[in-house]
C-alpha cells in the first residue's frame, strides 16, 4: 500500500466513523446502553523495517483500524455489567511496526483482522463497590512492559479502596483470532499465567507496589518446534511519584524483577536437559521539569540493567506478554530506548538522558540519547534484528538518538462525542558499536497519526 492509498483510506474512513458515531448518541438517546469507539493508526516510514542490522532500507507504511463496541447492562455511570468487543483491521507492507502501536512489534504482512479483546465484567462483585470480576480476552498493560503489555484470556479480580488497589489474574492463550495467523507459536502454546498487583497510595502522589507472576509451561517437552520449556516465578517490587512540588525531582518511575524457574531444554546436540535458572531486570527513569522556564523543559535520567546471561534459557528474558515498551497513561507509547531499536531485554545494560519541551500549547518536541551494552561478553546481544556476525565478544553494541514531535488537536465535539487526533514525527538513529560487526549504522523516519472518537 503506497503512502497515497494510506492517506486516502484516511479521508475515506473518517466520515463513515462519524456518521457511525451519529447512530451511537442515537441509540444511547434510546437507552439501549451500547457505546461505540473508534481508533485509527496510520504511519508511514523509511527505514530497515523487519531486516536485519545492514541491511536495505525501504518505505514502508501500517494501517490499523479498531473499532470497540461497549454495553452497559444498567447506568453508564455506575453499571453492574458490561460486555465489551474490540476489533483490529490491519494492513502492513511489511510486517513492521513500532511502539507506537499497542501490542505485539510485528503485525502480519497485508491485511488482517483480529478479535483482539471480548470479555463480560460484573462490577461491584457481590454487592461490593471496587470489586470486580472479567472473564475474557482482555488487555494489561503496566507502566514498562517487561511485566505485562499484551491481551489474553484471563479471569481477573480486581478491587480498588480508598489508598490500595490490585488484581490477580489467571489465563492462557487458546488461539490467535487472527485470520492471517492461523495458529499459535509453539513456544506460546499451554502456557498459563498467574497475574497479581497491589498497589498503595502513601501520598497523593506517590505509590509502592509489587507485582507477581508465575508462568507455567503445560506442553510437551523436548519439542523441535520448542525447545525450551519454562516454568518461572517473577516478583518485584515499584516506586512511582509525579508531579512533586518543592523537591529535588518532579517525577520518577523505578523498577525491579527478580525471576527463578526450571528449564527443560532439547539441545542442538539432541540431548534432553533439566536445570535450573534465574535472573533479574531493573529499570528505571527520574526526571526534573522547569515548568517557569520557556519551553517547559523536563530533563530525565532512564537506566536499566538485567542480570548476566549467557543465553536462552538462563537469565531474565521477556516472555509471550511482555515487551520492552513504555505505557504511561496521557502521553505516546515509546520503547526503552526509543521507537527504532528493540531490547529483548536480555544480558542488557543501558542508559540515557531525555529532554522534552513544549514549544506551543499542546506540542512535544522530545529528544533521547542512550547508549546500550552487552552485560556480559559471554551472553547475547540484547537488541533484536541481530547477525551472526555480531557479538557480544565486543560490549558496546551502540548508541541510539530518538527524535520526537507530537501535535495534539484541541478535543473537538463531533455529533456530541469528542474527537481526538494526533500527529507524530519521528526520526530514530543508531550508532552502531564495537558488538556490531560489520558496524553498520542505519536511520528510520516515521510519520504516524491517531485519530480516536
Known sequence: MSYGRVLLTLILVSPMLVCAQEVELLQSEQGSGLGLHHKLTAQVGYGPGVNPIGGDETDFSVLRYAPALSWFGSDQTWPEWEVYSRIWLSYSSNGASNPVFEGEQSTPEGESAEWRDFYVRRNRLFGQQGLTLTLGRQRFSSELGLWWDTSIES?????????????????????????????????????????SEYAYEFSALQKVGVRFMVENDESDPWQEDDRFDIDAYRAGLFLSGRDLLNSVISDYHL????????????????????????????????????????????????????????????????????????????????????SFVALTMSNALFYGVRLELEPRVRQRLDVMVSDVYCHSRDGQLPITRTRTTDSCDERSVGQMVDLNYVWDMYPTVVSARRLDWRVMFNLGYFNAGSAIKPRDSEGQVLLSTEISF
Open 255 to 338: 523498577e525491579f524483577v527478580g525471576l527463578a524457574g526450571d528449564v527443560s531444554e532439547l539441545a542442538p546436540s539432541g540431548d534432553n536437559e533439566n536445570y535450573d535458572m534465574n535472573g533479574w531486570a531493573f529499570a528505571g527513569e527520574v526526571g526534573k521539569d522547569f515548568r517557569t522556564v520557556a519551553w517547559s523543559p523536563r530533563v530525565a535520567f532512564r537506566v536499566g540493567a538485567t542480570d548476566k546471561s549467557t543465553g536462552e534459557g538462563d537469565g531474565f528474558y521477556l516472555n509471550a506478554i511482555q515487551t520492552d515498551r513504555i505505557n504511561v497513561e496521557g502521553t505516546y507509547s515509546s520503547a526503552m530506548t526509543g
Open 155 to 195: 479471569m481477573n479480580l480486581s478491587w480498588q479502596g480508598e489508598k490500595g488497589q490490585g488484581f490477580v489474574a489467571f489465563g492462557s492463550r487458546f488461539d490467535t483470532y487472527n485470520t492471517e495467523l492461523k495458529e499459535l507459536d509453539p513456544r506460546e502454546e499451554s502456557i498459563v499465567y498467574l497475574l
